[in-house]
């Protein structure tokens, strides 16, 4: 049993602790789009919403580039919430996690 900290939910309305994204992970607003898409048959707003509601972006300043968690992105658009929970943790060897870097070809830090 761990004694790990209950996080929270976008859905609880409460707000999400930002989320470390390391290089190997960040992807643009454009590559999301390459790589989700089609396969859940969403538009770029659908994904932008969905990046924001979940917190799963940085800028390093106002105007920059979106960095966006492509395994982050990949739970949201899952439903996956555990994993996603998970992840915001930084619990990135639990087996849940590994597979979406598995699925989208991201070495594990």
């Not at 209950?6 to 643009?28: D, N």
């Not at 607003?29 to 509601?53: C, G, P, Q, W």
Request: proline content about 8%.
């Amino acid at each position: 049993m761990t004694n790990a900290r209950p996080v929270k939910t976008a859905s609880a309305g409460e707000r999400l602790r930002p989320l470390y994204i390391p290089r190997a992970e960040a992807i643009t607003v454009h590559r999301a789009i390459d790589l989700f898409m089609y396969d859940y048959n969403v538009s770029e707003d659908t994904l932008r919403r969905l990046v924001i509601k979940h917190r799963l972006h940085n800028q390093t300043m106002p105007g920059a580039p979106w960095r966006i968690s492509a395994p982050g992105l990949a739970m949201a658009l899952a439903g996956d919430d555990d994993a996603l929970a998970r992840l915001r943790r930084d619990d990135r060897e639990h087996p849940d996690v590994t597979r979406y870097f598995k699925r989208l070809g991201i070495p594990r830090p």
